[in-house]
């Protein structure tokens, strides 16, 4: 069973920023379908960013759009989320996904086959 693994998250003042990395070794990401996403207590998880295989626009929730990137590094064969300009709302779960070739949805989670552990991220002063 492939499991992902965040790093990155932890606790940043309003207005700060992070970067979360999820490098993989069991595959190669650039024949892959990923995403970031988010949970936080009570709601549901949610996709923040996303990249369907072979198709170079990157899809940002609503709320993310302007503030947070998302990449993929062939070399270090490592996808990436910078998040900018954090915000209280933030605060969440944030989960890498990955699945291979291309997907209808990309941003619905059912979709992905792999995920990471979660790496929590809270945004307060």
């Known amino acids: 069973q492939v499991q992902l693994v965040e790093s990155g998250g932890g606790l940043v003042q309003p207005g700060g920023s992070l970067r979360l990395s999820c490098p993989v070794s069991?595959?190669?990401?650039?024949?892959?379908?990923i995403a970031w996403f988010r949970q936080a207590p009570g709601k549901e998880r949610e996709a923040v960013s996303c990249i369907n295989y072979n198709d170079g626009s990157t899809e940002y929730v609503d709320s993310v759009k302007g503030r947070f990137t998302m990449s993929r590094d062939s070399a270090k064969n490592t996808m990436y989320l910078q998040m900018n300009s954090l915000k209280p709302e933030d605060t969440a779960v944030y989960y890498c996904?990955?699945?291979?070739?291309?997907?209808?949805?990309?941003?619905?989670?059912?979709?992905?086959?792999?995920w990471g552990q979660g790496t929590q991220v809270n945004v307060s002063s």
């Open positions: 069991e595959f190669t990401l650039d024949y892959y379908t």
């Open positions: 996904a990955a699945t291979p070739g291309k997907v209808p949805s990309p941003c619905i989670m059912w979709e992905y086959d792999y």
